[in-house]
């Protein structure tokens, strides 16, 4: 066995969203989000479950930070639920959301955690959606007006800020293939919101700056393709170089708007638009769950999730294992896809979400003893190591999740948690998995 340590400094934590934890749906203010109707939708949702409820953990702030620190992480990745905060998405703040936040940053800070908020982890004001959403530009207007206000109020205790998490999910799951709210299913306004995600990460990072926060960066989720390199170009522009080279180079890709050219001619970019997405940002935060094979296959359709896809086909090899997500695990594509961003674009890491879901709960002793995600969790955190050693500037690791938690159209179905929730009872119950991550922790590295 080797032990590897990792660079001093390096940060670790749990990261979760406020709309798959919080619950609180209708308290204090807070307006409806596109995930409400989305869930309230028939068909939409596992069992027409939604985030009502949830983890409960507006009402177990105390409990859900002392468990954290119990864990002994150093930082925590959460998200701001802009409904609370403006509950139709312009205007004045709505006080009692602020407060929320402004207790739970107080608390972290006291309990010795580094808070990390994500501005916007997809639960948009729904008046926004009515208004267009994300493929209208009012939307990114908004967004920085947003973010001013959250900046303004935190910005003295928060010293990393995340403003989009995923826009990828944003743009294609929410307006392409309509697995995620708002569920529309219309490739041109997908590539609008693309444009509009960026646009709105842009003007808040300058609000965010301008209210004076040190770190501003923003989360993707970048594809890793492995296949056949034509079908992986293309693949990596429409998913990946559409966020990377306007956010880090202040240009979109070329082959991209060619190949996108029969849905639209791109003409909501604006002039000096580029510019403004353009921003200097600290790092980029990095989610990775499983890699993806493509190839070419002339009778392929478009897929609905990527404009511009026609003749790619989606492939997976052989010998693989799996998650209950049905993902494929190959911790390498974790250290190809860091040392790759490095190499490519020369900017910080910090790996702001992986893990895995696992459906196993108590066992006779009350044990969860989630052997599997202890694996996952152990290849993956090596396989940034390796990154590490190969060059790349990655800064931390935040484990997707601190608890089960609403995932998404998958509802309560699917459990990333290194905790456990009995929803049934709100009990929360550390696995395997968070014994040994906290043992990781502690050690700030690991046997391989
Ligand atoms: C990511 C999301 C996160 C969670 C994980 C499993 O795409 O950012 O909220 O659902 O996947």
Not at 49 to 71: F, I, K, P, T, W
Not at 177 to 189: Q, S, Y
Not at 192 to 221: E, F, K, P, T, Y
Not at 353 to 378: K, Q
Request: one cysteine or more; a negative charge.
């Amino acid at each position: 066995m080797t032990q590897l340590t990792f660079p001093e400094g390096f940060l670790w934590g749990t990261a979760t969203a406020s709309y798959q934890i919080e619950g609180a749906a209708n308290e204090d203010g807070r307006g409806p989000s596109i995930w409400d109707t989305f869930s309230a939708t028939p068909g939409k949702t596992w069992r027409g479950q939604s985030g009502a409820v949830a983890c409960d953990h507006y009402h177990r702030l105390d409990e859900d930070v002392a468990l954290m620190a119990s864990l002994g992480v150093d930082t925590y990745r959460f998200s701001i639920a802009w409904p609370r905060i403006q509950p139709d998405g312009s205007g004045p703040a709505n006080p009692a959301g602020l407060d929320f936040y402004d207790r739970l940053v107080d608390k972290l800070v006291a309990a010795g955690i580094k808070p990390m908020p994500t501005l916007y982890h997809w639960d948009l004001p729904q008046s926004l959606e009515d208004r267009g959403g994300w493929p209208a530009r009012e939307t990114a207007e908004r967004f920085g007006e947003y973010a001013a206000i959250v900046g303004a109020r935190l910005s003295d205790r928060v010293h990393t800020w995340w403003t989009l998490n995923e826009p990828w999910c944003a743009a294609y799951l929410g307006y392409g293939n309509g697995h995620h709210a708002p569920g529309r299913t219309e490739p041109a306004a997908a590539l609008a919101a693309v444009h509009h995600l960026n646009l709105g990460h842009g003007l808040a990072v300058q609000a965010l700056r301008a209210a004076g926060a040190d770190q501003v960066s923003i989360v993707l989720n970048p594809t890793h393709c492995r296949g056949d390199e034509e079908a992986v170009r293309i693949v990596d522009g429409i998913a990946n170089r559409v966020f990377f080279d306007p956010i880090l180079r202040g240009e979109y890709p070329a082959d991209v708007i060619e190949r996108t050219r029969r849905h639209t001619d791109w003409s909501f970019v604006q002039d000096g638009d580029l510019a403004q997405i353009n921003q200097p940002i600290d790092l980029l935060g990095v989610n990775y769950y499983s890699p993806s094979w493509f190839r070419m296959n002339p009778e392929e359709p478009e897929s609905p999730v990527g404009p511009g896809t026609v003749g790619v086909e989606g492939w997976t090899p052989e010998g693989l294992e799996f998650t209950d997500m049905g993902w494929a695990i190959d911790a390498t594509g974790l250290t190809d896809l860091l040392v790759r961003i490095h190499k490519d674009y020369g900017v910080a890491t910090m790996v702001t979400e992986n893990g895995a879901a696992y459906p196993t709960g108590p066992g006779a002793d009350g044990e969860i003893d989630d052997v599997e995600r202890v694996a996952y969790l152990r290849s993956h955190i090596a396989a940034v190591h390796d990154a590490i050693e190969a060059g790349a500037d990655v800064r931390g690791y935040t484990a997707w999740s601190l608890m089960d938690n609403f995932e998404w159209a998958f509802g309560y179905d699917k459990r990333f948690g290194i905790v456990h929730v009995d929803y049934a009872t709100q009990q929360r119950t550390p696995k395997a998995s968070a014994k040994y991550y906290s043992k990781v922790i502690g050690a700030n590295g690991l046997d391989r």
